[in-house]
C-alpha cells in the first residue's frame, strides 16, 4: 500500500516537474467577427523563446461533436503560423456552434490548449451598414449597393418625400449589382435607405437617407440633346473657317507674301540654236523606154 501511494506522488510530481517545463499557453484568446469575417486574435505566452513562437488552431463543430466523435479539425491556414490570428472565415461555413482552440510552440517545447471562452456562432457577426450610391435615369431610380456579405442581402426602401408611411422595401441579393425602380412620378423627391440584412432578426444599421429629384424623359433627351447640338455647332463652325482659308489662299498669298525676282547673276539670257542637217536634193535621171 505504501509503495502504490509512493508511485503515485512519484507520477504526481512527474507531471508537475513537465508541465513546470512546458510553454505557457497564449492568452487573452477571442473572436473579432465583422460582416461575416471572423478572426481569431490572440496574446503571445508570457515566456521568453529563442526562436519566433508558432501557433496552432483548432475548431470543433456539430459536425465534428457528433460525427466525427467529438474530434478536432486543424485550420489549414493556421498550423505553425507567427502570426497571433487566424482568419477562419471558410472555415466555419456553417451556422452550427463552434469551439476553437489555440497552442503555442517554442523550439521542442509546447503549450497546453487554450479555449475560446464561448461558443461561436457565425450568426453573432456585427453587421455594419452597406454603401449605397443612388442614380436618376429619366422617371426611374438605379440603387446600388457595395460591401455586402457573400452570404447576406440588402433591403432597399424608397419613400416619395413627404410621404414616408408609404414606403417600399425591396431586396438586393449580394450578388445582383443594382436596384432598378421605374416609374416614379415626374417633378417629385424620392428618398432611399438600405441595411445589410442576414435573418429576420439579424440587421445592419441603416445608410445615411439620399434623396433625388425625378426629372422626367424629357430631361434626359434634353441632356442628350444639348451636346449634340453643339459639337454640331462647332463642327459647322470649324468647317466654315476652313473653307474661308482655302478659297482666300491664292489672295492672302498674294497680299501679304511678294515674290522677289532672282538677281542678274541668276538670270541667263542664252540663245542656243541647234543646227538642222540640210536634206540632200534627190538626183533624178530621164530614161527612155523603147
Known sequence: MMMMMMIIMMMALLDITNYAWMLPPPSHVFMESVDMRHVLRWSPPQAPCNTTVLYSVQFQGEF???IL???WVNAAECRLTPDTECDLTFDLGSDS????RIK????SQTSPWTNLNCLFNRKHTILTAPKMAVTTVGDALQVSVDELPATAAATVRV????HELQTSVYMMPAEEEQLHVAAL????VYCVSAQTVLDTHHHSSSTDTQCVSIRGPDTVWKRMTTPTVIIFIMAGFLLAVFW????RHSEFCQKYFHKEPPPRSLQFDWNIQIPGSRKEAELCELVSVV
Open 185 to 188: 412620378q415626374e417633378g417629385s
Open 69 to 71: 466523435n467529438d474530434s
Open 159 to 162: 419613400w416619395k418625400k413627404g
Open 64 to 66: 465534428e461533436l457528433t
Open 104 to 107: 503555442a510552440q517554442c523550439e
Open 244 to 247: 474661308s482659308i482655302i478659297h
Open 97 to 100: 456552434d463552434y469551439n476553437l
